[in-house]
């Protein structure tokens, strides 16, 4: 005598563990894309972060060394692939905004950081002298 399993409606739950093992599939491949979106937007905003405070800096020993405190800045900005928004001098100190957009969820997303430098001796000039 052979034995055959017997398959049918029986009421049971053949087959749950396929839809489980989907619906957390899709849900771990769904959380790992948002995780991936917001460290890409982290590394950006660090990137563009750095980018000021370098350009700031370069900006500020140009300005020392009698040289374009502004085209320092830029070319550094332009560098690390951002833009120089705004650079402002004020003896050697240095105020510089840098940015940089991306695509994120499809939208266009702009991060927009400004960074000071000046030197160590730096004073700024008094009011009314």
């Known amino acids: 005598m ?7 409606r029986d009421g049971g739950d053949a087959g749950a563990a396929t839809v489980y093992s989907t619906l957390i ?3 771990l491949v769904a959380a790992c894309i948002v995780v991936l979106q917001v460290a890409a ?3 950006l ?3 563009v972060s750095s980018s000021a405070d370098l350009a700031a800096v370069a900006a500020s020993q140009a300005a020392v060394s009698g040289a374009d405190a502004c085209r320092a800045a830029r070319t550094i900005a332009e560098a690390k692939a951002t833009v120089l928004a705004r650079c402002d001098t ?3 100190a240095v105020t510089v905004a840098v940015e940089r957009s991306a695509r994120v969820w499809g939208r266009e997303l702009t991060v927009r950081r400004t960074a000071r430098a000046a030197p160590s001796d730096y004073r700024p000039a008094e009011a009314g002298r």
């Open 41 to 43: 937007v982290a590394r």
């Open 90 to 92: 004020q003896q050697a």
């Open 2 to 8: 052979t034995s055959h399993a017997r398959v049918g």
């Open 25 to 27: 599939a899709v849900f």
């Open 45 to 47: 905003q660090h990137h």
